[in-house]
């Protein structure tokens, strides 16, 4: 034991990944720092968190799980000093770390759990890290940038035995506890089809990579933002935000909101699985009938179908169709002619054997279509609601872990979080495939990706019937990472 104490306290931080399972072993069960002094609570009371990825949504995240009154926030973790500003001022007695493994390896018997709020593309490998030590944890959506990753979290939550939220809110909102009473209670039949639809990207995609390198700012580690991802020289106008629609890093639209519009589906039906799936995207043209070819950047738009075998919750197949960048699917014809559809921008729509329903983002605001059907409604509330809905799925988790594993009921678990987040990942291989370069034996270059179905081996996560897409189940990682 003393050698495996004296290793783990001189272990590097290139070898923190290697040394994980042994701090794990060794304080999964040592209790937090002791507070003391004044106004003391007792360690049992409050949750310790770590923070990583302390600005834009890290910092919201942060925030929210302070002012559950049941968090303290022990240590800030952000890469780029001027975007973790903000709550380095709000939380001034909280460690402040640029790597998040030299944060691991030197207080990881002080703190309880561990926030990520990075870039997608470093959400699993954190995340794994910190469920190895034992710490409970909160990831923002997607829970990963590839299946393999998601596939792997889910199974580390249930190894490990630490309580997991992924970060779609609208998971606590009523409307899928509403939407889930309305359908058990017959009011639209049998769904055998859902739409979900949104206005992303709202950041540039379809596009080649610049040529022009930028300097990198003095208050960014360019390298630890890189992580996982292959090296490329800096560029501006990429960080903090348009990261989202190069593939690299981000996962398009569908990582942006599609956890947020397609949980209800998931919720209402049980989904798991899908079986198949097919997408068509927007093109770029960049000359007459020449189409720019930018293999690197999520398509402009995109209207990717999946199918998810019959569920206890259906009487058979389910289709999904999600669409983006604008793309929005034919009107109901239940609604009147100014009515809006969803909230405008975003929605959910299931269609019933008897009627349908649709939602807003978060699946706020369900409606019985027509809308006058929703005047008359007398379905009994029998599932209990999550106390400040979306706002409310903060303070969930802090409690979930408090309790600790098994304890209490959270409304994105990685065991439902993982399944939905895979499926949206499988909707990207789809598209990514649209983008995929096989020569015929003239040696020209062909896309038999735009023009096929794809068949999914789940148990083996692999297409089946077009072996060049499986390179973008599991990335590999770079050196040293």
């Not at 720019?292 to 402009?300: E, K, L, T």
């Not at 669409?323 to 975003?346: S, T, W």
């Not at 077009?466 to 050196?479: G, H, I, T």
């Amino acid at each position: 034991m003393e050698e495996t104490k004296k290793n783990q306290e001189t272990s590097s931080r290139r070898s923190f990944l290697k040394t994980t399972a042994i701090a794990a072993s060794a304080f999964m069960i040592v209790p937090r720092h002791v507070l003391g002094g004044p106004g003391f609570i007792a360690p049992s009371d409050r949750l310790i968190i770590a923070g990583i990825g302390a600005g834009g949504k890290g910092q919201s995240d942060i925030a929210n799980f302070y002012k559950s009154g049941k968090a303290d926030i022990g240590f800030l973790c952000d890469v780029h000093d001027s975007r973790a500003a903000a709550s380095v001022k709000a939380f001034p007695k909280a460690k402040y770390y640029r790597d998040y493994r030299e944060l691991f390896d030197k207080e990881h018997k002080n703190f309880d759990a561990v926030s990520v709020s990075t870039p997608d593309h470093s959400h699993a490998i954190i995340a794994l890290g910190a469920m190895q030590l034992g710490k409970h944890v909160y990831v923002q959506k997607p829970l990963a940038h590839d299946i393999y990753e998601a596939r792997a979290l889910t199974a580390a939550a249930q190894k490990y035995k630490v309580v997991t939220q992924m970060g779609n809110q609208g998971a606590s909102n009523d409307g899928p506890r509403q939407m889930k009473e309305w359908y058990d209670a017959g009011l639209i039949g049998d769904v055998h089809t859902v739409y979900a639809w949104t206005d992303r990207p709202v950041w540039p995609q379809g596009i080649p990579w610049s040529a022009n390198k930028a300097e990198v700012p003095a208050d960014l580690d360019w390298d630890l933002w890189l992580g996982t991802a292959p090296y490329k020289d800096y560029v501006n106008k990429l960080v903090p935000f348009n990261w989202r629609g190069w593939w690299d890093y981000g996962t398009g639209a569908l990582g942006d909101m599609g956890c947020h519009l397609l949980e209800a589906p998931f919720s209402v039906l049980n989904l798991k699985y899908a079986t198949e799936v097919q997408a068509s995207v927007g093109s770029v043209y960049v000359d007459e009938f020449k189409r720019g070819y930018f293999p690197d950047s999520c398509p402009p738009s995109s209207h990717v179908t999946l199918k998810f075998p019959k569920t206890n919750k259906t009487k058979g197949d389910v289709v999904v169709h999600w669409m983006d960048g604008g793309i929005q699917p034919e009107r109901p014809e239940e609604l009147e002619a100014n009515e809006v559809f969803g909230d405008g921008g975003n929605g959910t729509l299931f269609i019933g054997t008897k009627g349908k329903m649709m939602a807003s983002t978060y699946s706020a605001d369900p409606r019985l279509l027509p809308l006058s059907k929703n005047k008359d409604i007398k379905v009994p509330a029998k599932f209990a609601r999550v106390p400040g809905g979306a706002d409310g799925h903060y303070a969930q988790w802090v409690e979930g872990c408090i309790a600790g594993y098994g304890k209490k009921e959270l409304s994105s678990p990685f065991d439902i979080a993982g399944p939905l987040t895979e499926a949206l990942l499988m909707a990207n291989l789809a598209i990514r495939g649209t983008d995929v370069q096989v020569k015929n034996d003239k040696g020209r270059a062909t896309f038999p990706g735009r023009d096929i179905k794809l068949l999914w081996d789940n148990n083996n996560m692999k297409v089946t019937n077009f072996d060049a897409v499986n390179q973008f189940v599991k990335r590999d990682y770079r050196k040293g990472w």
